[in-house]
């Protein structure tokens, strides 16, 4: 595929493109409070609380199909170590997928449109339903340039999508302060891949090829997907699930709670998330010593972790009160939280390794045990601040430990034949 490059060779990532995947991913976040701000300030108190409910559920849904881009970043890589592998191509069987959630959504909106989005009509229904089916495309060609280690053009993509959606709801702010106006403008951006087909290097992603053929990377995209929903549970949706469990007195009192819990998660899964690409382009390569290097970034988790439990417990609660004046935390409950995040951390990470390794089904039920067990947790009736750090604790440790369990089964495991020799075609099949 000359459009896009790549080989066995190249290394996974550098110190260039990891800074465009650190800069990609920080646009991103950053126009996303920049969003947040704008809606908030042109939209009525209403509207406001209205688009957030719209919000949530879209990226709820985008949470969902995110295994999308991790196994089409997986695939791909595999056929970068062997050209001889490939097979079906990923675009259009995401597309697929992509269009049969969306008819389901469509489809089973009048059942959930009264309880989420009281008072809505169609619109906002449709905006998700046609969102979803168009994103799970841009995570195809996302994660095909991961695989085929294109960092500067995929982390383009990224910041590209975040800054897209910024100028598409200014816009509709601009033109009509209309709330289906506003929402649309969200929802259109999960077209933005489409135009920038125009580059060589997207195109070259739209044509990749899996590692198996199309009717295998269904199985694939749908185990990738339950992780996703996993998942969602715990990062996207992790205060909407706690809400379920917490009476409308004890939710209101503990704004504080809620706030700290919303900031402390960014501190290790933002930078893990934005370089799982990485860690599953790097664990494909049965050359590299695998297991050596996820005992370092373990290591290097939980260090991070600590440390930076360490800050929040002594100027977390200052510095949070210069942003929010009302914030009333103790330091030691804000370090809690911080060292709470590290087992999810985990989670992302051993995942993202379990999925290199093609152990679909275990990543999987690593997600959902650990959003199982979280959730259960989370109905023992502990105090909230109590339950919030249990609950964040224990599902992911849970969860870390079965993904490390296959891991460990993986790597032990003699290999059956030679990897791949680089630069030579392996046997067609």
């Given at each position: 595929m000359s459009e896009l490059g790549g080989g066995p060779d190249q290394p996974v990532i550098d110190r260039r493109g990891a800074l465009w995947v650190a800069s990609g991913s920080a646009v991103a976040g950053v126009v996303g409070l920049a969003i947040m701000v704008v809606t908030a300030r042109v939209l009525t108190d209403a509207d406001f609380a209205q688009f957030m409910t719209f919000w949530s559920l879209l990226f709820a849904g985008y949470a969902v199909v995110t295994g999308v881009n991790y196994e089409s970043a997986r695939a791909t890589g595999a056929v970068v170590l062997d050209p001889g592998r490939a097979r079906g191509r990923v675009l259009p069987v995401a597309l697929g997928i992509g269009a049969t959630l969306g008819l389901v959504v469509a489809a089973s909106g009048p059942?959930?449109?009264p309880v989420l989005m009281p008072g809505r009509g169609t619109v906002a229904?449709?905006?998700?339903?046609?969102?979803?089916?168009?994103?799970?495309?841009?995570?195809?060609?996302?994660g095909a340039l991961m695989g085929h280690r294109r960092w500067h053009v995929s982390a383009s993509m990224v910041g590209a999508d975040g800054v897209v959606r910024l100028v598409l709801v200014v816009v509709a702010l601009a033109l009509a302060t209309n709330l289906d106006a506003v929402e649309v403008a969200v929802a259109a951006t999960a077209l933005m891949w489409v135009v920038a087909l125009v580059a060589r290097p997207v195109?070259?992603?739209?044509?990749?090829?899996?590692?198996?053929?199309?009717?295998?990377l269904v199985l694939n995209y749908a185990q990738a997907m339950a992780a996703g929903v996993g998942s969602a549970a715990l990062v996207v949706g992790f205060l909407a699930l706690l809400r379920t469990t917490t009476d409308q007195a004890t939710w209101d009192a503990n704004a504080s709670l809620i706030l700290a819990v919303t900031l402390t998660r960014g501190v290790l899964l933002m930078p893990l998330n934005a370089f799982q690409g990485a860690a599953i382009g790097y664990f494909l390569d049965a050359r590299r010593p695998r297991a050596?290097?996820?005992?370092?970034?373990?290591?290097?988790?939980?260090?991070?972790?600590?440390?930076?439990?360490?800050?929040?417990?002594?100027?977390?609660p200052a510095l949070v009160r210069l942003l929010v004046p009302g914030f009333g935390m103790s330091g030691w409950m804000l370090a809690a939280l911080v060292l709470a995040v590290v087992p999810l951390a985990l989670l992302v990470l051993f995942g993202a390794v379990t999925l290199a390794l093609g152990k679909h089904l275990a990543y999987a039920a690593g997600w959902l045990v650990a959003a199982g067990v979280a959730y259960t947790v989370m109905r023992l009736g502990l105090r909230l601040d109590l339950s919030v750090v249990a609950a964040l604790a224990a599902g992911p440790s849970v969860g870390a430990a079965l993904h490390l369990s296959v891991i460990w089964t993986s790597l032990r495991r003699p290999a059956t034949s030679a990897p791949p020799t680089p630069g030579r075609r392996g046997p067609s099949r």
């Open positions: 059942w959930w449109r229904v449709l905006a998700v339903a046609l969102s979803l089916a168009a994103y799970t495309g841009y995570l195809a060609v996302v195109r070259g992603a739209a044509k990749a090829r899996a590692d198996v053929p199309a009717g295998r050596a290097s996820l005992v370092r970034l373990a290591g290097l988790v939980v260090g991070v972790g600590s440390v930076a439990a360490v800050a929040a417990g002594l100027v977390g």
